[in-house]
């Protein structure tokens, strides 16, 4: 039982995370979104990443939080604060990785897509609907020019 607890405090230590990281080359604006969790047996959710606050050391305790739907709350944190007014070529894809066996499982949801920013002296105009996208439950998801 004490290996255990120790194995679970060692989990919920390493927390899961959620960030939003850019890439401005080749004229091209490009956003990574990662939000990952740690469960137990794949079934308990022990630490996840806190879209609330991307980018931060902070996490969500016995919550499930990794989600395609917190991906694209991320996606529109990431229009908003680089002032954006279309997204293209969203992409979405699931990875798994398990640790002694199947006891622990991190789970990490990728979201990338390309940020359209307005040219100098063209009128601000909100990036269309990113956040209508819903989350059909199916792992692995395209999503294309919103």
């Known amino acids: ?14 927390c899961g995370c959620a960030s939003v990281r850019y890439s401005d080359e080749g004229g ?9 969790g740690w469960y137990m047996l794949n079934l308990i959710p022990l630490a996840s990443g806190n879209p609330g606050a991307p980018n931060e050391c902070s996490c969500k305790l016995f919550r499930q939080t990794t989600t395609l739907q917190n991906n694209v709350r991320l996606l529109d944190y990431a229009v908003t604060e680089r002032d954006a007014v279309d997204v293209k070529s969203v992409r979405s894809y699931w990875t798994d990785e398990s640790f002694l ?5 991190r789970h990490a949801c990728h979201t990338s897509a390309e940020l359209v920013l307005a040219e100098a002296g ?7 609907g990113a956040a209508d996208v819903q989350d059909d439950g199916n792992p692995i998801c395209e999503l294309q020019n919103l």
């Open 28 to 36: 091209r604006t490009m956003v990574d979104i990662v939000n990952t």
């Open 122 to 128: 063209e009128p601000d105009a909100a990036a269309p």
């Open 1 to 14: 039982m004490r290996r255990f607890l120790s194995a679970a405090f060692a989990a919920a230590v390493l």
């Open 101 to 105: 066996f199947i006891l622990f499982q």
